[in-house]
């Protein structure tokens, strides 16, 4: 079956500029997961929604940083007035879990590469 | 401070030979750990987690409290074990997200 989808793949902006990054979950996945990642670095978490509800935003870095995921389905991160340090690649991964339940595998997507020049 | 630690950027072996990728951890209670791997020009996938306590593709890896802990072995390196290799952690608990704070990755090159 389909996995996680993310577009667009690859995003150049001009510093300054507004982004809006898209993550298709796996159908029926209660939560959906954000990370960054820095070239040389492990993925790091940004933020957490279980189903529609934003439950944890503490690892997004500044109020640039906003994500919502309306319907409980499709997630969008949003950042505002790009920096060169917000150059990375950009992960979502969804779980079938609810918070507090037995780990479950959490399926990544391909990432989205940013650059801001 | 939660922290994961992979001392080793890179490793090197030639095929046939035993493999151990290092994993350290800081948490303060007791978390889940897993292996994480990202093959060319593929995603991240799950490898393995300390609980299910299974060998996939011949890799197993030991939990170890008192060391804190969770290497990754392989007795006999293969060419397709080629990858980067992340190691992570997640806490437990009702509050648990189930978010993941990974190491920062260690590629393994099997050489022929």
Not at chain 1, 19 to 42: E, K, M, N, T
Not at chain 2, 14 to 39: H, T
Request: aromatic content about 12%.
């Amino acid at each position: 079956g389909a996995g996680v989808s993310q577009s667009p793949r690859y995003k150049v902006a001009k510093r300054g500029q507004d982004v809006a990054l898209r993550c298709d979950p796996i159908s029926g996945h209660v939560s959906l997961f954000w990370y960054q990642q820095a070239l040389g670095q492990g993925p790091e978490f940004l933020t957490y929604f279980q189903n529609e509800a934003q439950l944890d935003k503490s690892g997004l870095p500044s109020d640039r940083f906003f994500a919502e995921r309306p319907e409980g389905s499709v997630s969008t991160l949003k950042i505002q007035r790009t920096q060169q340090e917000d150059s990375a690649v950009y992960l979502c991964a969804s779980s079938p879990g609810f918070r507090g339940s037995t780990y479950n595998e959490q399926f990544f997507g391909p990432g989205t590469r940013l650059t801001v020049l | 401070a939660q922290r994961v630690t992979q001392p080793e950027k890179l490793l090197s072996v030639f095929k046939g030979a035993p493999v151990e990728l290092k994993c350290n951890y800081s948490y303060s209670g007791s978390p889940e750990l897993f292996w994480y791997v990202q093959y060319s020009r593929q995603r991240l996938q799950l490898l393995l987690r300390h609980i299910s306590r299974e060998s996939i593709k011949g890799f197993t890896a030991d939990l170890n409290k008192g060391e804190t802990s969770f290497h990754l072995k392989k007795p006999f390196a293969q060419e397709e074990d080629s990858a980067m290799y992340y190691c992570a952690l997640s806490g437990r608990g009702s509050s648990n997200t189930g978010k993941l704070i990974f190491g920062q990755g260690t590629t393994l090159q099997v050489k022929p």
